[in-house]
Structures are given as C-alpha cells and as structure tokens.
T-cell receptor, first 114, second 115 residues
Framework: GQQLNQSPQSMFIQEGEDVSMNCTSSSIFNTWLWYKQDPGEGPVLLIALYKAGELTSNGRLTAQFGITRKDSFLNISASIPSDVGIYFCAVPADRGSTLGRLYFGRGTQLTVWP | DTEVTQTPKHLVMGMTNKKSLKCEQHMGHRAMYWYKQKAKKPPELMFVYSYEKLSINESVPSRFSPECPNSSLLNLHLHALQPEDSALYLC??????????????FGSGTQLSVL
C-alpha cells in the first residue's frame, strides 16, 4: 500500500505553544485529509484539502496542501490541553475509481502540558 | 444527525464465542466501512460496502463476516477469533464512493478483547 511519512511521531509541548506536523508521500494526491483521534474514540475529520496550494483554517488549526501535491502540513496555534490526541493525515487510496478507502499516516501523538 | 453509532463500546469474548458488532448511521450515506485499529497504529481497512453490496474485502480472514442489512446498518459477525484480533473496530460511512470530495465519518469504535 501507499506509504505516508508523517512526522514527528510524538510531541510534548507546553500549553500556549504552537504545533506543526507534516505528511509527505512519493506519490501525487488530489485530496489530503487531517483527522484527530481522542483515546478510545474514532477519528474525527478536522480539515479536508482539495487543491494544491490550498490553505484552510478551522479555528486554531490551519492546514496546507503542498504545491507539489505530495505533502501537507497541519499547524495548531496556542495549544490547549484538549488538543491532546493522535493526529493522522490521510489520502484516498484509489484515484479515479469508485473505491472510498483511505491510507493513513502513522500519526502524531500530541501531549500538552498545562 | 451527523453521527455514526457503534455498539457495543466494549466487548470481551472467548475464542469459541460468536458475537456481532453493530453500526448505524442516519446521514443517508450509501457507503459504509469497517476498519481495524491496533494500539498506537493507524486504522486499517477491512471491508467496504457500497449501496448495500460488498465492494472490497481486504483479504480479511473468514472469522470476520460483514453484513449490510440496509443502507443505515452495518454488522460485523465474529466467530472463533484469536487473541491477536483484539483491537478497536471502527465503523465509518461516507456519502458515496468515488466522489472527489470524499469524507469519512467514523464511529467511536468497539474495543474488542479476545481471551
């Protein structure tokens, strides 16, 4: 399957700090998705990106679709304790077909100290 | 209603038991999915249903048997599982498959422990 390289694997930050994580791939994708997963819960979609170069915000979260279409970045500003969780990037596995499966990155575990 | 509801939330079963996981959505979505997630790993696709028909089986062992009784319900029947099948089982749905703006909505999952 497709390999998405997500980094960093984990982050330990102080409340109020900004956070940045990214995903890269050797293949081109037309859609990049960012999910957050709280412990014992399913992933929740944070931001969806559909155009190269697109910059989209959702509150304190900002994500960008790289212009090469091989990468994406997620930034969290002024982190708070409830930002704790695992953040996954994801891309559709099958372009131009009728199959809706996603490839996920390995995740970034975020810990925020008060 | 923008929720995908999964029951039970937790399940402990023996290797000889038969159990079922249930998933329900009322968003009018026509595609439903089962994913398996081991601790500290990303979700991995198991099955995809499109318009109540099985579209994808990702080479899942036959001890996992999916069923889609109608467009709102998705079941996963479990029989003779192994301890290594212990994981979080996630159900998801999407409006359709093959759309350019694909978005998956996940349930909270069933945390399964096989003893």
């Amino acid at each position: 399957g497709q390999q998405l390289n997500q980094s960093p694997q984990s982050m330990f930050i102080q409340e109020g700090e900004d956070v940045s994580m990214n995903c890269t791939s050797s293949s081109i994708f037309n859609t990049w998705l960012w999910y957050k997963q709280d412990p014992g819960e399913g992933p929740v979609l944070l931001i969806a990106l559909y155009k190269a170069g697109e910059l989209t915000s959702n509150g304190r979260l900002t994500a960008q679709f790289g212009i090469t279409r091989k990468d994406s970045f997620l930034n969290i500003s002024a982190s708070i304790p409830s930002d704790v969780g695992i953040y996954f990037c994801a891309v559709p596995a099958d372009r131009g077909s009728t199959l809706g499966r996603l490839y996920f990155g390995r995740g970034t575990q975020l810990t925020v100290w008060p | 209603d923008t929720e995908v509801t999964q029951t039970p939330k937790h399940l402990v079963m023996g290797m000889t038991n038969k159990k079922s996981l249930k998933c329900e959505q009322h968003m009018g979505h026509r595609a439903m999915y089962w994913y398996k997630q081991k601790a500290k790993k990303p979700p991995e696709l198991m099955f995809v249903y499109s318009y109540e028909k099985l579209s994808i089986n990702e080479s899942v062992p036959s001890r996992f048997s999916p069923e889609c009784p109608n467009s709102s319900l998705l079941n996963l029947h479990l029989h003779a599982l192994q301890p290594e099948d212990s994981a979080l089982y996630l159900c998801a749905s999407s409006q359709d498959i093959g759309l350019a703006n694909e978005k998956l909505f996940f349930g909270s999952g069933t945390q399964l422990s096989v003893l």
